[in-house]
């Protein structure tokens, strides 16, 4: 275990100290966790969390009274969490293109448990086997990219444990690919738990990716599927990206970010978990995002618009109370840049393409608010529901609701859609996972719109 465990030597002792202190090995529920070993747990959990941060009043204060209006009793739990960093849950994304075996054993014996169903080797290698070689959408791509190559896709080294068998098996499938993606894993854990990052170490990939785990919604909800042309529009730090290529294959990855020292970091990011014979599949661009559905009108065939927004995680910890105000003054401007991101996203893809917006606030006016501005504009553009295809599935791990449109009249008060409940049937801009204790995921709005076929 300790051979394989590639991690940063200071990291990996450490890791493997608390690994060892454990000597009943818990189940995959946590139901071995008794007592004693509970409660040690739960204190080296706590050790391992960031260390408790004060929050800025005047965003406090700010959110108290715009999200006690808009969340009603919701705002309560979730203000408690979200002041609670020793609280907060982390997922673990594993990286397809590296070694996983060691790392996911490690994941089950203390309790980690997948959050996406399990890898089913024969769909992956039917998906993985209809990349880009089969793909209707081939022309006009090196208008993009000089980088971009029109060579057949090489083994991009999937899964270590596909084994040949399963390659001819899946190749004479004629099987959908189903949604999620098998190849895309995460695992969580029910308590606030958090591995070690793994460090940046020249030549070598990644083995996992530390992350938020409602982050990885507007990913599935993007519905990547092998040759198709993904912009993701706002991409650094290149999280979603990264999910992205866990997800599939696709022809082509636009990853967009226009501030250069986000750009470095988005460039470290797919260096460090992308094997070489992808990367000419995935190029980086820095341009204002607004413009690129003028520059490349109906190109793509999903775009990601992970918007720059109110981060009320971070924002609520604000470093200073200068900090803090000039992110409230900031705050006013943002539905005004997401209307416009969203604008060009839905102009950038083609028709029968997908647009995702998502953000990381629970703010209606960055929200719905913004993806009904938006589609005004676009009578050729619809909302489509995620409630059943994600809220209801994922709803053992992520508490979710379905907000109210901003301007719709309601005539009488009515009741807010019970989280996770099949009863939220009103009209939906979007669903929005609510950090709530036990499920602290979130803060994550995400909105699916397709532009209709012409
Ligand atoms: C929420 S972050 C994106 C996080 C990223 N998708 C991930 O998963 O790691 C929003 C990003 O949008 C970028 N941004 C700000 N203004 C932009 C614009 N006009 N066009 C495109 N991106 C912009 C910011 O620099 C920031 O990196």
Request: charge should be positive; proline fraction near 10%; include cysteine.
């Amino acid at each position: 275990m300790r051979r394989n465990f590639c991690l940063e030597p200071r990291t990996a002792r450490t890791f493997l100290r608390w690994l060892s202190s454990f000597p009943c090995r818990p189940g995959p529920d946590g139901s071995l966790w008794k007592n004693k070993q509970q409660r040690s747990l739960k204190n080296k959990i706590r050790n391992t969390g960031k260390s408790r941060r004060l929050p800025c009043p005047a965003v406090l204060n700010h959110f108290d009274q715009q999200y006690s209006e808009e969340l009603g009793d919701l705002w309560a739990s979730a203000r408690a969490v979200l002041l609670d960093p020793p609280s907060w849950q982390y997922g673990v994304m594993l990286n397809r293109f590296s070694s996983v075996t060691d790392i996911t054993q490690i994941l089950l014996s203390q309790g980690f448990s997948s959050m996406l169903p399990q890898t089913d080797v024969s769909e992956l290698l039917h998906n993985s086997d209809s990349a880009v070689s089969n793909s209707p959408h081939q022309e006009g791509k090196d208008t993009l990219s000089p980088h971009f190559s029109k060579r057949p896709p090489e083994d991009v080294g999937l899964l270590p444990y596909i084994t040949s068998h399963a390659f001819s098996q899946a190749r004479q499938s004629e099987r959908p690919p189903r949604f999620p993606p098998s190849s895309l894993q995460c695992y969580i854990h029910p308590h606030p738990l958090r591995f070690p990052s793994p460090a940046h170490r020249p030549g070598q990939l990644k083995q996992y990716y530390l992350l938020n785990a409602a982050s990885l919604l507007p990913v599935l909800a993007l519905q990547v599927r092998d040759g198709d042309k993904v912009l993701d529009l706002c991409s650094a730090p290149g999280g979603k990206a990264v999910a992205i290529m866990q997800s599939a294959t696709p022809a082509l990855l636009c990853c967009n970010e226009p501030d250069p020292h986000r750009r470095d970091w988005l460039a470290k990011t797919l260096e460090s978990f992308l094997p070489p014979s992808l990367r000419s599949r995935v190029m980086v661009s820095a341009q204002d995002g607004r413009v690129i559905g003028q520059s490349e009108a109906g190109f793509y065939d999903k775009v990601l618009v992970d918007a720059p927004c109110s981060n009320d995680r971070s924002w609520l910890h604000s470093s200073d109370i200068h900090r803090g105000q000039q992110r409230l003054e900031d705050r006013a401007g943002l539905p005004e840049l997401q209307t416009q991101l969203l604008r060009s996203a839905i102009s950038a893809v083609r028709p029968g393409g997908v647009v995702v917006y998502s953000t990381c606030t629970l703010s209606s006016l960055e929200n719905g608010a913004v993806v009904e501005a938006v589609l005004k504009d676009f009578p050729d553009a619809e909302v489509e529901s995620l409630w059943g295809e994600i809220a209801l599935p994922l709803s053992e791990y992520f508490a979710v609701i379905s907000p109210p449109g901003q301007k719709q009249a309601e005539p009488e008060p009515s009741p807010r859609p019970p989280i996770g409940s099949a009863s939220a049937s009103h009209h939906q801009l979007g669903i929005l996972v609510v950090p709530q204790p036990g499920k602290t995921w979130g803060p994550m709005f995400l909105s699916r719109i397709r532009k209709k076929k012409g």
